[in-house]
Each structure stands twice: as structure tokens, then as C-alpha cells.
């Protein structure tokens, strides 16, 4: 009986679109690796890896390999929380806490710890951020109207939104809209001061 090929699961930090899977399962698939599967901030090959030559591929790319239990943890938190601000289907009206936990395997408690020593602000804030920066997005496209907006990513009303994009930009959503695409963030920065 053969025995099966191990398969090596590679954590990546900086991974927020469609376009970093295909980015990381290009170089990975130079680097002569077969690839199994490529998801925000996951990739898995087979076989054993050389590390090193992963960790430069995907620094040249603006990527970093991650070898720490927490840092993996941490940034399974914010590939969620990307994952779920950036879905098509409407936010609904759930609690984050629940929903991540569930996602995780882990129990809330430890997660908003973890990322709040490690990150500097709440899981709950970093959602919001997240939220927000979509928010700009779709301010910008000037496809949807302020209520779609605001049901699409889970505000309890238009006045919400509103109350929130003022008090964490500075700006009413009608100046942005105005000023265009100046003020928004990548979304693996959203964190950082503007």
C-alpha cells in the first residue's frame, strides 16, 4: 500500500483579494510546487517546502509567511472578517463574536484577546474599519444608493452608517463621495492612521 504525500499548509499575512490567491498560487506553482488549494491567507501543497525560498517569493510580492501559532490565529481573524465585509450577500445582522468563534474553532474570549494585545485595537473595531473601507469603495462606484449601502454591509439604518463613517473618517459620506477615490486604504491597512 503507497503511502499518501504529505501536504504542507503555509499561512500568508498581506492576502485581502481574488488577485493575491491568483498572485500566490502563480509563484508558488515557479517555484515548481504542486498547489492543492489557495484561499485568503492559506495556501496548501504537496509535499515538503523550502521555507526560505517560499518566505522570499511571497515578501517580493508583498506577502509574508507566517510561522507563529498566534500570528496564524491573527491573521485567520482578519481573512474572516476581509472574507466577510468583502461577499457579495448582505451583512445580516449577527453577532461577529458568534460567527468568528464558530468560524475558528476557538473561543471568542481567547481570539479578543489575542488580537487586541498583539494588533493594538478590538476585533470589533477592526470589523468596523473593514466595513468602512467598503463602504468608501461603494461610495466611490457610485453604483448603490446610501440605504443598499448600508443594508448590504449591516447597518442597522442609513443613519448609522452615516453616524459611524463621520465619527471614524472625520467625513460626511456625501464630502467623500465628493472628494473621490483620495481617501481610501488597502484593505491589510486599514489599521494604520491615514
Known amino acids: 500500500m503507497k503511502t499518501p504525500e504529505k501536504e504542507t499548509t503555509l499561512f500568508i499575512k498581506n492576502m485581502v483579494c481574488p488577485r ?3 498572485a500566490v498560487w502563480e509563484e508558488l506553482e515557479q517555484l515548481n510546487y504542486e498547489v492543492i488549494d489557495v484561499f485568503l491567507g492559506v495556501a496548501r501543497v504537496k509535499g515538503l517546502v523550502n ?5 522570499q517569493v511571497l515578501l517580493a510580492n508583498g506577502f509574508e509567511l507566517l510561522n507563529d501559532k498566534d500570528e496564524k490565529l491573527i491573521e485567520r481573524i482578519k481573512t474572516n472578517i476581509i472574507a466577510l465585509v468583502q461577499s457579495k450577500d448582505p451583512l445580516i445582522q449577527q453577532n461577529l463574536s458568534v460567527w468568528l468563534a464558530k468560524q475558528l474553532d476557538t473561543e471568542y474570549q481567547h481570539l479578543s484577546t489575542l488580537f487586541s494585545a498583539v ?3 478590538t476585533i470589533e473595531r477592526y470589523f468596523i474599519l473593514q466595513r468602512l473601507e467598503k463602504v ?3 461610495l466611490v462606484y457610485n453604483e448603490l444608493s ?7 454591509l449591516g447597518f442597522s ?3 448609522h452608517l452615516s453616524a459611524q463613517f463621520k465619527k ?3 467625513f460626511t459620506t456625501t464630502y467623500f463621495k465628493e472628494m473621490g477615490n483620495s481617501k481610501r486604504k488597502s484593505l491589510d491597512n486599514v489599521i494604520q492612521p491615514s
Open 20 to 22: 493575491c490567491i491568483k
Open 51 to 55: 521555507e526560505g525560498d517560499i518566505a
Open 119 to 121: 494588533e493594538g485595537i
Open 136 to 138: 468608501k469603495e461603494l
Open 146 to 152: 446610501l440605504k443598499e449601502i448600508a443594508f448590504q
Open 157 to 159: 439604518s442609513i443613519a
Open 168 to 170: 471614524m473618517t472625520g
